[in-house]
């Protein structure tokens, strides 16, 4: 990480939560469940990949949903999601590594723990199918992409711009999320996705990621060279299964 990249007081405070927490105890053994997989398989239903995210509250929502989060994820499931991407940060997103495990021992496809992972150690805390690195946040990208899978996971890299866009693909990531959100000042603009997602190559899974809140939203994604997308906030507000399934007949 450049410690000169200004980020929004909200991610910066997120980030020092993050070099305080702790790493797991013993090193992880994960046995995966392959999303490229299941993103072929779906779209040969003629659907749209989506990962609808669990996430009862952050920085830049309103309020906090106390639904049963198994609840949550089964009927995402029931409404068509490719795989589901689960909160494990505690202080800002309300999530745990509990809540993540019950989720994962609750459904059958992918699942994503999406936290700020800093450490190789903090890998180690629990199981998933995929893991989060945000290439702004880590100072040893290559090294992290390795580690993970080296335990089972399949790393999805995070990038706003097309500078880590580069600096994943040097890394070697597959699996790479393209941010709308800018997280110096937490403004989404679609935009980003078609600029950065222009210079992505062919054999790398894109995943569109905020900012995703219609049909129209899912279309432009898709068009511009989206293989999958994460939604969550329009998934979470209101009927999470019809909301999904909204997205994924778009």
């Given amino acids: 990480m450049n410690a000169s990249d200004p980020v929004a007081p909200a991610v910066e405070s997120i980030l020092r939560a993050a070099r305080e927490r702790e790493g797991g105890g013993e090193r992880l053994s994960v046995e995966a469940r392959s999303f490229p997989e299941a993103v072929a398989a779906v779209e040969r239903e003629g659907r749209v990949p989506v990962i609808a995210e669990v996430k009862p509250t952050s920085p830049t929502t309103d309020g906090v949903r106390t639904d049963d989060p198994v609840g949550l994820a089964r ?4 409404g068509g999601a490719t795989a589901l991407s689960v909160l494990t940060e505690p202080e800002h997103f309300g999530g745990s590594p509990g809540t993540l495990e019950a989720v994962r021992g ?11 992972v800093l450490r190789e150690s903090q890998m180690d805390v629990v199981e998933a199918d995929l893991i989060l690195l945000i290439a702004r946040f880590v100072d040893d990208l290559e090294g992290l992409v390795t580690a993970a899978r080296e335990r089972g996971f399949q790393p999805l890299v995070e990038v706003h711009t097309r500078e880590e866009l580069a600096t994943a693909v040097g890394a070697g990531a597959e699996i ?3 941010n709308n959100r800018d997280l110096a000042r937490l403004e989404v603009d679609l935009n980003t996705f078609e600029e950065v997602a222009s210079e992505a190559p062919d054999d790398v899974l894109l995943i569109a990621e905020s900012g995703i809140g219609s049909k129209e939203d899912v279309r432009r994604m898709r068009g ?6 994460l939604i969550g906030t329009a998934i979470m507000d ?13």
């Fill in 176 to 178: 790479i999320g393209i």
């Fill in 106 to 116: 609750a459904v059958d496809v992918p699942v994503l723990r999406k936290d700020f």
């Fill in 224 to 229: 511009t060279g989206a293989d999958a997308l």
């Fill in 238 to 250: 209101g009927d999470v299964r019809e909301n999904t399934r909204r997205f994924t007949t778009a």
């Fill in 75 to 78: 009927e995402m499931v029931a």
